[in-house]
Each structure stands twice: as structure tokens, then as C-alpha cells.
């Protein structure tokens, strides 16, 4: 198949890039060259950002309801082309379609969800100070939005973020990865059809350094979100510190997974090995640390390595995205000793790592201390519940974590002492409705739920003598 050019979408239509360079993609799961994005510079953050500066306002004068019949055809519109978005992220993520399916289902329901509650939790309220006075609050959006997205999630990670932006009245430009760009695109040209005005999104493709870091500067850019590395995050929480604007970081994690000896271990193994397929790891919520107590680590080791064993390439797990995370996993596994299952790549063109399990690992080890970011699991084993919180704790990051045990109020004891931003017990859901976002080097600021509405918005006080 002859491969496609996809400009910027910038005030209602698509735009070249004013430099007129281009970037390659690739098809992971052949390393055949794949479409070619805009290569987005300054002057292309420039006109995104003045096409938004010049839509934000009507926006946010329509009402809530308004708004939120925009969104709810936006989310018919993901839906109803949910084939076209299933072929552009696949034929750069190499994404398996049950993944595809989770991930563009999750899309829509973003902008489902946000059309409906902005119109009850996008209010303020009011403050009874007596008779002669009338003081309320208001929630007033920012104007314009900056996003920048990564390559692993590109469509869902921007949805999660555009759907509560949009809701509160605020115009975005978005960057996604350049790695993974076109289906954020394809959304853009589908919000305007459902009928979002021209200018309320944008987006700008291109690297980080040459349209993320413009977007970020940009001074008519009022508030940040940002979801990728630590590193990248800190240096942007750099810029928008110096600039004195809001950013909300979403930075990954090294996420645990407590098993107690009287789990339900059926359950919780298959937790487990959902972590190591889904995305073949590219999750920054995965729980990659299996922390398993003792009396039961070897059985529950088993069942994991039985199970991963039986997981298809490409059906129950997709490749790596790009070849410098393919080369950084394979870098973790050269030298780390024997798993007990897994080690290394598929023989074959594509990005595959087979799925890779070391057992009883040294809590100190790079392995269990560092991102791996693919499908790579480690366990520790633990006795008690007091090293188990030890050893969950033990990391630098706190995005999520998950407690499974037939003591319920052991639990959510844990559950409420781990230093996480979610923690799911027993296989409780965590889904569109729940806040979701670290502590430490995981980031700050929440996505999802109703708490991210509010990220979006600016409170205001206004308060009239009546006398």
C-alpha cells in the first residue's frame, strides 16, 4: 500500500507544514516504512495557537448543554469510525484489535461522560454570607490549552485529555508523539464534522523539540498537560514554572501487585499476565512488580509463566512502538540472568519481545526499580504484610498499584497506606470515572473523573453588596 502525507489541522483544515519537511513512520510490526506527518515547527504552533485564541471565547460562551451535545456527536463519530481510526493506530502501533477495540471504546466514552457532567459538576455554587449580600463561585476555562501526548496510547491519552478541556470552554492544541500522530488527526477532522467550530482544536504534528517545546513557550498558551518521561516532564515543568502556568504531568510508574497467600490465585495471576500482554507493557499504569507472599510465590510464578507462554504475537500482544523502546527493553533483558519464561526477541522483521517473567528478583536491581515501559514482569516474594508495604513503597514512583487478598480489610488498610494515586483491590475497576494520576515522580495534577474537569477551569468569586 502506497503510503499517505497528513498535514496539520489547524482552524477547521488541514495545513502543510510552513517548512515543508516531513517525518517518516514506521509499521512496527514489519519496520516497513509507514505514512509521513507534518514536520511542525514554531510558526506552525503560531498559527494553532491564534486559530484557537480567535475560537475559545464564542466556545465558551455557548452554554453547558451547549457544549456537551457537541461532544456527545463527537463520541458517535469515534464510534462510527472506529474502523478508519482502528487502521491509521494500527499501522503504526501494531496494536492487537482487541486492544484497538478497549482503546477506541475508551475514546468515545471519554467524550461521552464529559458531555454529560459538565453540565452538573462544570457549575459553581453558592455562598451564603446573609441578606445583604450575594457571593457565588464559577468555574471560567482557561482559553487556551496546550497537550502533549505520547506514542503509546496516541488517541485514548488524547481523548482522556481534550473531553473534560473541551467540556469547560477551553480551545487546545495538541502535539501528539511524532511516532503515532495520524489518528489524533482523524479525530480533529471528526470533532469538526460533529460540529465543533473551526479553531477549538488544533493539532500541530512534529518532534518535541520542535513543536512540543514551541507549545509549551508559546505565551498565549494559559495552562499544560503533558503525559511521557520524567525527564521531558521536568524539563517542561521548568517552562511552565518560569511562564507561572498550570501543567499536569502524567509521568509512569513502577507500579506493585500484592498477592496474598489467601487470594483468589486464579484471579490475580491473570492480573498479572494482563499486565505483561496488554500493550505488550507500554502501559505507564502497568503493575510490572509482582510482589507475591511467600507460602505461595512459586505456585503463583507458575500459573504466570504457564499463561504467558500460551500469548500470541499479535493477538494477545502487539510489538513495541518504536525501535528505541525495542532496543531499551533488549537492553534491561541482556544480562539480567534467566527468566523463568520469556528473554528476549521474536525472531522475525517486527518490534516483538517475547513475554518475560524474572522470578525473585532483588528489590535493589535495575529491573525492579526502573521503567521498563514493555512485557516484562518481576517478582519478590514478601512475609507479612508489613514488608509488603515496604517493598510496594520502595520505588521512586506512585502512579497505581493493586492489593489481592481474602482479607478484605487487609485490603483497603493497604490500599490507603500505599503511596499511589490509584489502587485497585481484588480487581475493583478503575475506569473513565475514577481520578487517575501519581504521587512522586509520577507527576501531579489528576485526569479522569470529575476532578479533571476542574483541571481545566479557573474558580472565580464574585460577591454583590445588596444594600
Known amino acids: 500500500m502506497a503510503t499517505a502525507r497528513h498535514d496539520h489541522w489547524i482552524d477547521g483544515r488541514t495545513h502543510p507544514p510552513r517548512g515543508g519537511a516531513r517525518l517518516p513512520t514506521l509499521d512496527p510490526t514489519t519496520r516497513a516504512p509507514g505514512d509521513e506527518i507534518a514536520a511542525g515547527t514554531a510558526p506552525d504552533v503560531a498559527d494553532a495557537v491564534e486559530a484557537a485564541r480567535r475560537a475559545w471565547r464564542d466556545w465558551a460562551d455557548r452554554s453547558p448543554a451547549e457544549r456537551g451535545a457537541v461532544l456527545h456527536r463527537i463520541a458517535e463519530a469515534v464510534e462510527a469510525d472506529a474502523p478508519e481510526l482502528s487502521r491509521l493506530e494500527r499501522a503504526c502501533t501494531g496494536k492487537t484489535e482487541a486492544q484497538l477495540r478497549l482503546e477506541i471504546g475508551m475514546s468515545a466514552e471519554y467524550f461521552r461522560y464529559y458531555a454529560g457532567v459538565v453540565r452538573a459538576a462544570g457549575q459553581g455554587r453558592v455562598i451564603e454570607q446573609g441578606a445583604g449580600s450575594h457571593t457565588y463561585t464559577r468555574y471560567e476555562p482557561y482559553g487556551v490549552v496546550g497537550v502533549i501526548t505520547p506514542w503509546n496510547l496516541p488517541l485514548n491519552q488524547a481523548c482522556r485529555a481534550l473531553a473534560p478541556a473541551l467540556a469547560m470552554g477551553n480551545a487546545v492544541v495538541v502535539k501528539p508523539s511524532e511516532f503515532t500522530s495520524t489518528s489524533t488527526l482523524r479525530l480533529a477532522r471528526l470533532a469538526t464534522e460533529a460540529g465543533l467550530p473551526d479553531g477549538v482544536l488544533n493539532v500541530v504534528t512534529g518532534t518535541g523539540p520542535q513543536a512540543g517545546e514551541a507549545l509549551a513557550a508559546h505565551p498565549h498558551v494559559r495552562r499544560l498537560a ?77 500459573r504466570i509463566v504457564t499463561a504467558a507462554e500460551k500469548l500470541r504475537p499479535g493477538v494477545d500482544y502487539g510489538p513495541l512502538i518504536t525501535e528505541a523502546q525495542y532496543d531499551k527493553v533488549l537492553g534491561f533483558l541482556a544480562g539480567a540472568g534467566t527468566p523463568a519464561t520469556g528473554g528476549g526477541p521474536l525472531p522475525g522483521p517486527g518490534l516483538y519481545v517475547r513475554p518475560t517473567v524474572y522470578a525473585r528478583v532483588d528489590p535493589a536491581s535495575r529491573l525492579a526499580r526502573e521503567e521498563i515501559f514493555g512485557p516484562v514482569l518481576v517478582t519478590t516474594a514478601f512475609t507479612g504484610e508489613a514488608q509488603a508495604l515496604r517493598l510496594a513503597d520502595d520505588t521512586e514512583y506512585g502512579l497505581t498499584a493493586a492489593v489481592w487478598t481474602g482479607d478484605l480489610t487487609r485490603g483497603l488498610r493497604l490500599a490507603e497506606r500505599i503511596e499511589a494515586g490509584q489502587v485497585s483491590v481484588n480487581g475493583g475497576p478503575l475506569t473513565v470515572e475514577t481520578p487517575f494520576g501519581g504521587y512522586r515522580r509520577s507527576g501531579h495534577g489528576r485526569e479522569k473523573g470529575l476532578t479533571a474537569l476542574h483541571e481545566y477551569a479557573q474558580l472565580k468569586t464574585v460577591s454583590v453588596g445588596l444594600r
Open 226 to 302: 503533558f503525559t511521557g518521561s520524567v525527564a521531558t516532564g521536568r524539563y517542561l515543568a521548568g517552562v511552565a514554572g518560569g511562564r507561572l502556568i498550570p501543567l499536569t504531568l502524567e509521568l509512569g510508574g513502577k507500579s506493585p501487585l500484592l498477592i496474598f497467600a489467601d487470594a483468589d490465585l486464579e484471579r490475580a495471576s491473570a492480573a498479572a499476565v494482563t499486565a505483561l500482554a496488554a500493550n505488550s507493557g507500554q502501559v505507564c499504569s502497568a503493575t510490572a512488580r509482582v510482589l507475591i507472599e511467600e507460602s505461595v510465590h512459586d505456585e503463583v510464578v507458575d
